[in-house]
């Protein structure tokens, strides 16, 4: 995906990375940053795919698996729609609650077109589905969360959601996409793509604020801690519904650290 170009008075692109740092800021946390990102890959789609891409019927246990790990993406995102709900409100500056209205709106959509999906497959009742094979550990997730907001945590709820949920599911989403069927590697493609600009917001704001106050780096260092055991038992549940062999599970398990440690938590 290009990225996104801010407008003169003009209407001639300005690069964002050229951008002093409070411009730059200004710009990505836009509304009009995320109308041009959004527009690039959903334009012409339906419910996250394309109208003409090929279904492939699943049958059989290959249906069983998809319904169950699409299952656990609709837990997923309805814990990144609610927690970024709250975020909204204890979001310390209008820059952040102006980004984070636009993630909710994502992952609004996140969870609509994994709804439509398991629709697709047949699924009659997708809530009764979900009830049935959400994960324990993705639903301690969720209700770890929402403690976070309720405790007006700003920092470990942006770890949290925007850091360890957001870097889960990219990693997930990415080696899904790599056996998916077409329909759903085409949905998950370009969920994907939001994905990228939720942890660069995750990430950004927590390395200003560790640059300011050490001791933040130390709590969440700490705090990571405490909720690493669930975000691995939730790994190895999804990937155990995508029929992932253990040796790749380790490679995802890898992958995911890779992501944190940028913020220097190991």
């Given at each position: 995906m290009s990225t996104p170009t801010s407008k003169t008075a003009t209407e001639s692109p300005v690069e964002v990375?050229?951008?002093?740092?409070?411009?730059?800021?200004?710009?990505?946390?836009?509304f009009e940053f995320w109308f041009q990102a959004?527009?690039?890959?959903l334009s012409g789609t339906s419910h996250g795919h394309r109208p003409e891409t090929?279904?492939?019927?699943?049958v059989g246990e290959e249906r069983e698996r998809l319904i169950g790990v699409l299952c656990n993406y609709c837990v997923?995102?309805?814990?990144?729609l609610d927690t970024a709900s709250g975020l909204v409100t204890i979001a310390p500056n209008r820059q952040s609650k102006i980004f984070l209205s636009t993630q909710v709106v994502d992952e609004g959509r996140h969870l609509e077109v994994f709804l439509h999906r398991l629709g697709e497959l047949g699924v009659g009742d997708a809530e009764a589905e979900i009830a049935k094979r959400a994960s324990p550990s993705m639903l301690a997730f969720k209700s770890r969360l929402l403690q976070l907001i309720e405790g007006k945590d700003w920092d470990s709820a942006i770890f949290?959601?925007?850091v360890a949920l957001e870097s889960l599911e990219f990693v997930v989403f990415?080696?899904?996409c790599e056996t998916a069927d077409p329909v759903t590697a085409e949905v998950l493609a370009r969920v994907i793509k939001d994905e990228r600009r939720h942890m660069g917001f995750g990430e950004n704001e927590l390395g200003r604020r560790f640059r300011t106050d050490p001791t933040g780096r130390v709590r969440i260092?700490?705090?990571?801690?405490?909720?690493?055991?669930?975000?691995h038992e939730t790994l190895k549940d999804t990937a155990r519904h995508l029929g992932v062999p253990s040796g790749?599970?380790?490679?995802?398990?890898?992958?995911?650290?890779?992501?944190?440690?940028?913020?220097?938590?190991?």
């Open positions: 990375h050229d951008l002093d740092p409070s411009e730059f800021l200004e710009e990505v946390h836009s959004v527009e690039g890959y090929a279904e492939r019927p699943r997923a995102e309805s814990a990144a949290a959601q925007n990415r080696r899904h260092r700490e705090f990571r801690k405490e909720i690493d055991h669930l975000v790749d599970q380790e490679e995802l398990g890898r992958l995911y650290r890779e992501s944190v440690e940028r913020l220097g938590l190991s």
